[in-house]
């Protein structure tokens, strides 16, 4: 059993100023955004040219700030926010959600890919894999910042920690550090080595779906449900229920985007062995 570190979330303060962890957290998963997507930039195949991923990167970051903060309002506190308006402005107090950054760069990528003239499944297919790092930098934010604990776990458990920001003295689960794990380092690397060599338009983004979703709905059987919310119909989370969408949409992909073309390979390649047995 472990002791949260009580970390001060303020990582440099200059009189006045200060520069919260959870902040440079973001600036963190941006920067490795830019330099993974410089390196996957020089592979033509991959359909985007290195100034190219700058315009992606403006229109990315604008998407996940905007997305993050107006979902979190939408999705996690809609009454507060429409009696308080001017509240969803006050950035500094918290409150980001990841299903709405995930709204805000998919806009980001419909935007990018009607300017540049490319297939929304190419900008999609190349930003996926370079998503996991910066959810992981947010999530490790989130530990720092002493938030978004876990359920309550057993005093056997050796990783279990106490969280006195919790009100309680037992051990919970570290769900930060799990989601950290799984929908960042464990995804990255699954999406990484999967779109290593050309594959069907849609099956990069399609996994990311699969792969976050599987990932977020798991962990959510061991993260402490928002207090102000709780539980919802099935004993699901809010963030489990937000994440069932994303299974849709990967079944949608399979139908839709990855299937005819495949079809459309074993075709040619029935014709082609029929024309070389002839």
Known sequence: MLLYPRIDPVAVQIGPVAVHWYGLMYLIGFGLFYYLGKLRAQDSWRGMSPKELDDLLFVGVLGVI????????????????????????KVWQGGMSAHGGMLGVFAAIMIHAALHKKSFWVVADFVAPLVPLGLMAGRIGN????????????????WGMIFPQSGTLAPRHPSQLYEAGLEGLVLFIVLWGLSQKPRTKGVISMAFCLGYGAARFTVEFFRQPDSYIGLGLFGLSRGQWLTIPLFLIAGMIWLFVVKPPLEDKRRRDKLLERFLDS
């Open 66 to 89: 905007l997305g993050g903060r107006l979902g979190f309002c939408l999705f996690y506190q809609p009454e507060w926010f429409a009696a308080h308006p001017l509240d969803v402005f």
């Open 143 to 158: 530990f720092i910042n002493g938030e978004l604990w876990g359920r309550l776990c057993s005093y056997h458990l050796p």
